[in-house]
């Protein structure tokens, strides 16, 4: 009785670890996908569009975050890549870049680790592309060419993180411990199959919804993988060492996701709702006569008192 | 606001995120941190003699004092500036001025 029991046990066990291998998190390394041979063809890889039909409202949503176009920016990001090749990778002496020409993905990646991660499946082709394309984006704005500065602004956000950056790409981020992000995969909070010819399986991230996620581009400062290092954000870093470190316990996705309702429209500075929930602020007035000093004497003076508490959880600004 | 070391060395600032490494000085308000500035308004007063004295005496009694608190990302009171905050307060000094 004993052994069939047992037997039965370890049926139901293998059984439970097929089903969750079926949909386990990661998978094996497995060969990079060919090369994108252009900006076109690297914005198909990762067009958002396909998510459209079964997730409108999360599309929609994002549509108007500055992840749909994280190249383009505010749109003052294109242009800062444009002085990083000219001020920075040029006039540097062992760059390697005296000319556009000279330009590869690698250069680019200190722009595009958190702009346009995609870019490491991108040929040095599509690196040249992306700044030619930005330069005559800045020609075509100057030449008060509307239609030209349009459709080269649409082919800058053409680039962006879309939907497969964060639930695929950059999903899993313990790869020895998760595995590596498999090309059928969409990965979020459920598992099981879903509707979709090129992504037929979903898999649970397991970090989806903590704060590291986001701190992979909002991060810890330079990026000191790099044989340049560069920096633009901070905020993961103050996060940790700032907030957490004195009792904040809420992760970036509760405010910026779900306490301001704007879900996948990640949204900052700009918006109102953010904005009320970044800061409270006080003013308190009063008036009163103040003997200065002997040579100014007694001076009128209003004194107006601002309090600014920050109930974030990370430094107001970052940059 | 943050103040970036120009490649991790030395006292200059850098600009460009090519050339940004770490923080020489950080000014940015911290995560759960309260802190205060005080603002001080003198009210426009003049110098009026009276026989043989001169004394102070306010021109008006009443200051309208608009308070704002504006988010610059990009450090510059530019179309890019993000108002936060911004709130009117009236102040008055109507008590006596004994010591002119």
Known sequence: ????????????????????????????????????????????????????????????EWSNSLHSRSILGSPRTAPTIVTAVDVGLKKFAFSGVKEDKDLKVEHLMICAKCHLPQLDEATDDVAREIVATIRAWQKAQKDGDEDKTEQLEETIASLNIGCMVCHNKVALIHKYADGYPQPDT????????????????????PAMSESILCGQCHGLGPNLEFEHPSQCATLYGSYLFAYVAHGGSETCQECHMKKSELGHDIQAYKDEDMIAMAVDVKVEGRSLFWRKNKAEGVVPIGVIDVELYNKTGHVIPDG | MPFPARLGRGKEMGRGPYEKSGLLRETSLAPLARVHETFEITYPFAEVKKGS????????????????LLYLPFGEFDSYAVTWFEKEKNLDLKTEWIWH
């Not at chain 1, 969409?186 to 991230?205: I, R, T």
């Not at chain 2, 001169?54 to 608009?66: C, F, G, I, S």
Request: net charge negative.
């Open chain 1, 1 to 60: 009785m004993k052994r069939v029991l047992g037997a039965g046990l370890l049926c139901c066990s293998l059984i439970l670890l097929l089903a969750v291998s079926c949909y386990s998190e990661g998978g094996a390394k497995l060969k990079p996908p060919p090369k994108a041979k252009t900006i076109k063809e690297l914005a198909a890889r990762y067009d958002s569009g396909k998510c459209i039909e079964c997730h409108e409202e999360a599309h929609d």
């Open chain 1, 186 to 205: 969409v990965y979020g909070a459920q598992d099981g199959e879903h509707e979709s010819e090129e992504f037929p399986k979903m898999a649970v991230a």
């Open chain 2, 53 to 68: 004295v001169t004394q102070r005496e306010l021109v008006n009694d009443e200051l309208k004092v608009t308070v704002k």
